[in-house]
């Protein structure tokens, strides 16, 4: 097993197609502009970035019905005596973006990472360049160890606003959610539900609704839970002109010497199996690639979590992140949007 896939037939799949790539811009046929070699270019390398991922299976939780000792997306996550809630060189508590339970992996990192990795947002920091990750070691992890959620006010901002939204909500007490309170009216109106209340009785429903409001001011704010993974899939970020220089090829095939159009439908052919076997752009997603937008793949680490919008959270306008593993063992997080 390598860091790219667990998979050997995607392993294989994926070293052929750059097989073929590379012969073609060694040869460099003349039927090709020099603007078909540079899209070329850029297929080989997002080939070469191809990893193998596990699309994340999340379940939509409150704050309270959380596992902090599991994998957690924008909630409470484990904290205890002998890894306390940390804090800024000002003494302003951090805000937790993820957690990562390694047990629950598919495959293993390298150097034996065993543990909880947590992703923390420094209140105040908008470029995320202070962003700070820690691994809480799998033997120190114990539910008899965790220590309180920490009480916050309205005046963090972070990065991803809508982070602290869940720690806010968690202090004003477990309550029914709106949907669950508009659900409960509508079975006690003899509605089969709240849907059904609303067009069958619109004034009813708007009356639940307000009553809800009313009563608890602001709805449960959800987090996600990660419960397990999907089967490995490949991740390659292709883009729509490098789709496009295929297309080109596939047609050449017809009008091409037989000889060329031989080393032309390998490529097709292969790039077509990878295409065809299972390539997700589901995410979040363990390990994966990313859809590069400021900096590319090939200049990373390995990713361990690629995220685009998480829910309605988006990465600023159309943009990602991502937490890699470097080589030396240790991890950092990065994001960027168009």
């Given at each position: 097993m390598n860091d790219r896939f667990q998979s050997v037939q995607f392993c294989l799949l994926i070293d052929q197609l750059c097989s073929c790539i590379e012969q073609l811009l060694k040869t460099k046929p003349d039927f090709l502009r020099e603007l078909d070699f540079h899209e070329l270019e850029g297929l ?295």
């Open positions: 080989r390398g997002h080939v070469q970035s191809a990893r193998g991922g596990y699309p994340c299976i999340m379940n939509e939780l409150a704050a309270f019905d959380i596992d902090r000792l599991g994998s957690v997306v924008l909630g409470p996550v484990f904290t205890s005596e002998a890894h306390p809630w940390p804090e800024d060189e000002n003494g302003t508590p951090l805000v937790p973006l993820l957690q990562l339970n390694s047990d629950l992996f598919p495959r293993p990192l390298h150097n034996d990472v065993n543990g909880l990795i947590q992703v923390w947002l420094c209140v105040g920091d908008i470029s995320g360049d202070k962003t700070q990750v820690r691994v809480v070691p799998a033997c120190d992890v114990d539910v008899a160890a965790l220590s309180p959620i920490i009480a916050t006010d309205d005046k963090l901002d972070v990065l991803l606003s809508d982070a602290i939204n869940w720690l806010r909500c968690f202090h004003l007490g477990r309550r029914q959610s709106k949907q669950e309170h508009l659900a409960a009216a509508a079975a006690q109106g003899g509605f089969s539900s709240a849907d059904d209340m609303a067009d069958e009785d619109w004034a009813a429903w708007c009356q639940a609704s307000d009553s809800y409001d009313q009563k608890y001011g602001i709805d449960v704010e959800v987090c996600w839970q990660i419960t397990q993974y999907e089967d490995e899939s490949i991740y390659c970020a292709v883009t729509h002109d490098e789709r496009k220089i295929v297309e080109k090829l596939r047609n050449l095939t017809k009008k091409v010497d037989e000889k060329s159009a031989a080393h032309l439908r390998e490529l097709v052919e292969a790039f077509d199996a990878v295409m065809e076997i299972r390539v997700s752009s589901a995410f979040p997603c363990l390990f994966g690639t990313f859809e590069e937008i400021q900096y590319f793949a090939a200049d990373c680490a390995l990713p361990v979590l690629c995220m685009e919008s998480i829910g309605l959270r988006e990465w600023g306008d159309g943009g990602n992140a991502q937490v890699f593993f470097d080589d030396c063992g240790e991890f950092y997080f990065k994001w960027s949007c168009s």
